[in-house]
């Protein structure tokens, strides 16, 4: 059985709706791809986000250096040495995580198909992972676009992540 990953836009959402997303879901760890982990929802800028979450007992991990968007083309930045490390970091503590609970990734654009998420997602589903969109409460899409949709060879990846 393939283990299991969400993904998460915060968008225009209340604070006490995105909480009770991640608890309904069993989230006890997010992390956030957002390349400048800022606001204008005061609660969803980087400190506040992570106090909120510790309160709550649900871990934060900042990856956006790595894997934030807002590049010129997220797919050429793919195959980059930064790229490859941020998936690397990604994989290991997914695979630490999701032994006690689900690990959550967290960007601003609610609507996955328009965020760099999608990339993201395309990749773990290539390497066996079952991707979840969750779009809002109760709402969720199962992610199903493998990395050739986007004209990228998985072998290339599953090789240079194969000592995740």
Same mark, same amino acid.
């Given at each position: 059985?393939?283990?299991?990953?969400?993904?998460?836009?915060?968008?225009?959402?209340?604070?006490?709706?995105?909480?009770?997303?991640?608890?309904?879901?069993?989230?006890g760890l997010v992390i956030d791809v957002r390349r400048w982990p800022?606001?204008?929802?005061?609660?969803?800028?980087?400190?506040?986000?992570?106090?909120? !979450?510790?309160?709550?007992?649900?871990?934060?991990?900042?990856?956006? $250096?790595?894997?934030?968007?807002?590049?010129?083309?997220?797919?050429?930045?793919?195959?980059?040495?930064?790229?490859?490390?941020?998936?690397?970091?990604?994989?290991?503590?997914? $695979?630490?995580?999701?032994?006690?609970?689900?690990?959550?990734?967290?960007?601003?654009?609610?609507? +996955?198909?328009?965020?760099?998420?999608?990339?993201?997602?395309? !990749? !773990?589903?290539?390497?066996?992972?079952?991707?979840?969109?969750?779009i809002g409460l109760g709402h969720v899409v199962e992610h199903n676009?493998?990395?050739?949709?986007?004209?990228?060879? +998985?072998?290339?990846?599953?090789? $240079? !992540?194969?000592?995740?």
């Amino acid at each position: 059985m393939a283990e299991i990953i969400y993904t998460i836009g915060y968008d225009a959402r209340e604070l006490e709706e995105f909480l009770d997303i991640l608890e309904k879901y069993s989230i006890g760890l997010v992390i956030d791809v957002r390349r400048w982990p800022k606001s204008r929802f005061q609660y969803y800028s980087r400190g506040y986000l992570e106090n909120i !979450l510790a309160s709550k007992n649900i871990g934060y991990i900042w990856l956006g $250096k790595e894997l934030g968007g807002f590049r010129g083309g997220y797919i050429e930045y793919m195959v980059s040495k930064e790229f490859i490390n941020g998936a690397r970091r990604l994989l290991k503590i997914v $695979k630490e995580v999701n032994s006690k609970h689900f690990s959550c990734i967290l960007c601003r654009e609610r609507i +996955p198909w328009r965020c760099h998420r999608r990339f993201l997602a395309s !990749l !773990l589903y290539s390497l066996g992972y079952k991707v979840i969109h969750i779009i809002g409460l109760g709402h969720v899409v199962e992610h199903n676009y493998p990395l050739e949709h986007y004209g990228l060879d +998985p072998k290339y990846f599953i090789e $240079k !992540l194969a000592n995740a």
